[in-house]
């Protein structure tokens, strides 16, 4: 009896290394598969604070307004960002991305200070606003190619997991202090975007 | 929840393999990594920054709100302002004095326990955070991302008045009252100290 569990046991670790000596190639790394661009649009947002803070700064003050407007920023965002970047994929690539991203650094920034009690209809605008500015911006330092053209999803795609995860924290804020924690982070933007300004302009 | 193993070879086992663990080298110290450390560390390399920040919190929560929140948003917009002209090359005089200032006129403000209208701490505040911006500002390391540099500076002097702020809460208990006031009067001889190193 205790032979036989002792057999069964060495069969199923004989078994286990012949899967692991058998298995095949991962194709993680999806350069060949023509996937890679994507995941390269996503590694674009989160890795480069000039798009990051901005989707950032938004989905904030759409959290602090509450699930309507988290749930239109949710979806004019995204899809403003990849509409902006595929227009900017036949543009030249503009120079003026950190000019650009401090401007909202501020305007953001400043809104989520103040808890700015703009309506439905206004962050509407202003989603469409930053995702087409920041996507065209993006979409022009790309070039045209044909795996160009599936960076902007992965871009549009991490935009939208950020929104949607920062909106489900803030959301469901009601204390007094979690939601003045918030007004902080965004004084914390606005600052930053203030000192951007000053280095853009000195152009260091 | 997995069990700690038992066996002496297995324990064994493991501290080898993590006494063998190779460094991850995961936080990367240069390029734009390096400017948000940089930027990270750069308040808390002074000892003269340090205290100030700290007595912004100290005061804001002795202040109690809305104080307790505005002073720490008020501080880094304007300190922004004063890195800004730090940046563009735009000279401050006597910036080491200010700040010196700054932790006298602050720790003292909470040792004697000041209680101005809030416009008026906020704009006291507000002054001094130039001199730390222009300071931060000026001290920028060629070659790093400014962005990520400002970034880190703007989030550790936060830390710093989060930090003043949960030191402040001992406010509310009897014997807390008397222990922030000589926190505070601990800042102001600390300014008091670097004052006189910034006219040595």
Redesign the interface.
């Known amino acids: 009896m205790k032979n036989a569990s002792a057999l069964r046991r060495a069969v199923r670790a004989f078994a286990l290394l012949v899967l692991a000596w058998g298995c095949g190639p991962a194709h993680a790394h999806l350069n060949t598969t023509g996937v890679g661009p994507l995941y390269d649009g996503l590694m674009h947002f989160l890795t480069?604070?000039?798009d990051l803070?901005p989707a950032l700064g938004l989905a904030l003050l759409a959290g602090l307004r509450g699930a309507p407007s988290a749930r239109r920023t949710l979806f004019t965002l995204p899809t403003a960002w990849l509409l902006g970047s595929l227009a900017g994929l036949t543009a030249a690539a503009a120079n003026a991305g950190?000019l650009a991203a401090a401007c909202w650094f501020v305007l953001l920034g400043g809104l989520v200070?103040a808890d700015a009690k703009l309506d439905l209809r206004s962050m509407t605008v202003l989603g469409a606003l930053v995702g087409l500015v920041h996507g065209y911006l993006n979409g022009s330092g790309m070039g045209l190619s044909a795996a160009a053209f599936v960076a902007p999803l992965g871009l549009s795609t991490a935009v939208f997991i950020l929104v949607a995860v920062v909106t489900a924290l803030v959301v469901p804020l009601s204390a007094y202090w979690a939601r003045?924690a918030v007004?902080?982070a965004g004084?914390?933007i606005?600052?930053?975007?203030?000192?951007?300004?000053?280095?853009s302009?000195?152009g260091? | 929840m997995m069990a700690w193993p038992r066996r002496p070879s297995t324990q064994a086992l493991l501290l080898l393999a993590a006494c063998w663990a190779p460094a991850a080298s995961a936080h990367l110290q240069q390029a734009e990594a390096g400017g948000l450390l940089t930027g990270l560390l750069h308040p808390l390399s002074g000892l003269d920054h340090v205290i100030a920040m700290v007595a912004v919190g100290l005061w804001g929560a002795q202040l109690g709100m809305p104080a307790i929140w505005v002073l720490p948003v008020a501080f880094p917009l304007v300190m922004a302002l004063g890195g800004m002209l730090g940046f563009l090359g735009v000279p401050i005089p006597g910036v080491e004095v200010g700040i010196a200032a700054s932790a006298i006129v602050l720790g003292a403000a909470v040792a004697f326990e000041l209680r101005p209208p809030l416009v008026i701490a906020a704009l006291l505040v507000g002054c001094f955070a130039i001199f730390h911006g222009h300071a931060h500002g000026t001290e920028l390391p060629a070659g790093q991302s400014a962005l990520l540099y400002s970034l880190g500076f703007v989030i550790a002097t936060g830390g710093l008045h989060a930090l003043g702020i949960g030191i402040g809460t001992v406010h509310s208990r009897p014997w807390g009252r008397q222990l922030l006031r000589a926190a505070g009067a601990a800042v102001s001889a600390g300014g008091a100290y670097f004052m006189w190193r910034a006219f040595a």
């Open positions: 480069g604070p000039e803070v950190t200070v003045v007004r902080v004084s914390w606005a600052a930053s975007g203030l000192l951007m300004i000053g280095w302009v000195r260091v």
